[in-house]
């Protein structure tokens, strides 16, 4: 037998958060216990390690925190409310879902079940389904000691998205919602995710989403990450798409001191569509990181990516997207790519686009791009009256214009335009 | 209103303009003509602000101020206008956008107002008109996919809407058909009052048919080499550069 001796890094830091009081305890318990397991054998990840080679986590690592509910306190949430645009919406203050700021709908098409509510489910079997094998120890965290969630499971075509909005306040706090989304055959759900964080500071998110898509349904997951200072911030999305089936995932990251996010989508079945678009514009000394897998394990689907930033100051962006072609995947076609454009000389991008392919029968491309903005263009647009500050806002907003304009909801389009100053 | 004295200016390590002197007064039509290389738009970039040229030697007095001190955006606002020879392509800019935030920056600057968007509507119909630009394109990104033509034709749109005291016209006629060529330079001729004055830039008499210049110069080397009336543009024509360069060389 080996004995397994755990890292006093990790087992500190699960130590300071360890805490058996949580919502759903019972439920999941087997689940926690596993992932308890795994966080035992698991170290914080250096930057020799690939997959965090440009996100160093020891700012996070060193930290203890602590789990806050403050679900009964009443919250503004107009900040994030997209202006002539119906939604419902979950609301979560510091990962606990919070009813008395929630507005949900009662459908015959939609299901909304937290995790807290003993009653069990269908998909209950379903849960980390594919999370392990992407393992790492952030998921692993979540799953231990995950706060509360939602599972929403559309069983028609529900137009009205659904808003989700993380509220987040206090210092040294870990918030680790976890929800899970699913479109049962022939149904289409679109799901919103914004955050509001007020007097945050060594503040911790670490969520993790899954999505199940069932047979030819449709499934829209739109992110807007807009931070005020003060928040770490670590996502995990795994996507589970079975043939015929449509998901599209649309990032964009606003502000942010540290953000990673992790996209993972598992095309299972047949003829299905995968679109992941992102922006993102880091400044001052923030860090915005993307990491996105696609793997392709059926025949006949196509993928696109599109990803582009805009990084000034001393600021970081990263981008790694891996595309997998399986060997029977035959009929593929998948399309990445990732364009920046750094406006200061102390900005640094690493970008990474990879193509894994197994298979022959298939079209794929790849690519990546860092530049400056075009000098020509300033100057023309500037010779006409342009403020120099103007002229590079107008050039930045034509540059990720292009992946904000690929929302399929105008009001939101609208406000996300907004958010990223482009009128 | 534009006084060049001794202008040299290089890029690196090379000279291109060597010592230009140009008096332009309100009112008038200058026309620029010489040989491929010789400095022609560098002149008018300079003149433009920009700063990939480093000025080495000289001044230009506009309108009583020193240009050389004013930032690209404050000379447009000051009213220079610069139609480019080779207009770039801004994809992802809309036409309409750029140029209303064009036109409320310079009015701030100004004190004013912004425009109101009906009366930059109605602005935008009366010059589209003057040049015959199609509404289509004014929808578009800026230059993206225009022909030629249509690129110069946006140009003198642009100066249109704009309104300046000194156009810099380089090569606008290069590209335009010959019904274009009427057009476009029907609404130069419009756009022409006392109180503003015109450098036209070309390799063509056929453009000073219609463009009527009170003086011809011709540049060559970085230098104005040589001066004239309209005659001068027509003699050219008809003999080439040749002899000038001869003269010069001599
Ligand atoms: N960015 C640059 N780098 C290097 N050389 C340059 C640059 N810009 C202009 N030049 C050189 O300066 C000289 C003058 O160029 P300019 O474009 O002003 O000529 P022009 O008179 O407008 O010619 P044309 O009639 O062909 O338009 C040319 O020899 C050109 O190659
Ligand atoms: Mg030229």
Known sequence: MTTIIANNKVSEFVSSIANENLPCWEKFSESRKKAKEILTQLDFPTTRNEYWKYSRVTKIAR???????LSEEKIDLDEVRIPDLETYEIVFING???????NLPSSDELEIVAFSDSKSHDYDSCFSKNLDSITNIFSALNTAYFTDGVLIKAKGEFAKPIHIIHYSTGENIISQPRNMFVSTTNSSLTILKSSINNNTNKFFQNSVNEFFLEKNSKLNFYVIQDYKK?????????????????FSAYNYTIKGDWIRNNTNVFVNGKNCETNLFGAYQPTGSEHIDNHTIVDHLAAHCESNEHYKGTIADKATGVFNGKVFVRKDSQKINAFQSNNNVLLSDEA????????????DDVKCSHGSTSGQLDDEAVFYLQSRGLSKKSATALLIGAFLGEVVEKIEIPELKEKVLELYGME | MISIKNLHASIGEKEILRGINLEVKAGEVHAIMGPNGSGKSTLSAVLAGNENYEITEGSVDYIGEDLLELSTEERARKGIFLAFQYPIEIPGVSNMNFLRTAINETREAKGEE??????????VKEKSALVELDASLLKRYVNEGFSGGEKKRNEIFQM???????????????????????IVSHGVNKLKSKDNATIVITHYQRLLDHIV???????????????????LALELEEKGYDWIKEEVNA
């Open chain 1, 63 to 69: 930290e203890t925190y602590h789990f806050k509910n």
């Open chain 1, 96 to 102: 606990f879902i919070s009813l008395v700021n929630s």
């Open chain 1, 230 to 246: 003060g928040m770490n911030v670590m996502t995990t999305n795994v996507v589970n798409q079975e043939r015929d089936s449509v």
């Open chain 1, 348 to 359: 640094t991008m690493n970008s990474k686009p990879e193509l894994e392919i197994y298979a």
């Open chain 2, 114 to 123: 912004p425009m109101a968007a009906k009366e930059f509507l109605a602005r």
């Open chain 2, 160 to 182: 249109a809407m704009l309104d300046p005291k000194l156009a810099i016209l380089d090569e606008t006629d290069s590209g335009l058909d010959i019904d274009a060529l009427k």
């Open chain 2, 213 to 231: 210049p009170d003086f011809v110069h011709v540049l060559y080397k970085g230098r104005i080499v040589k001066s004239g009336g309209k005659e």
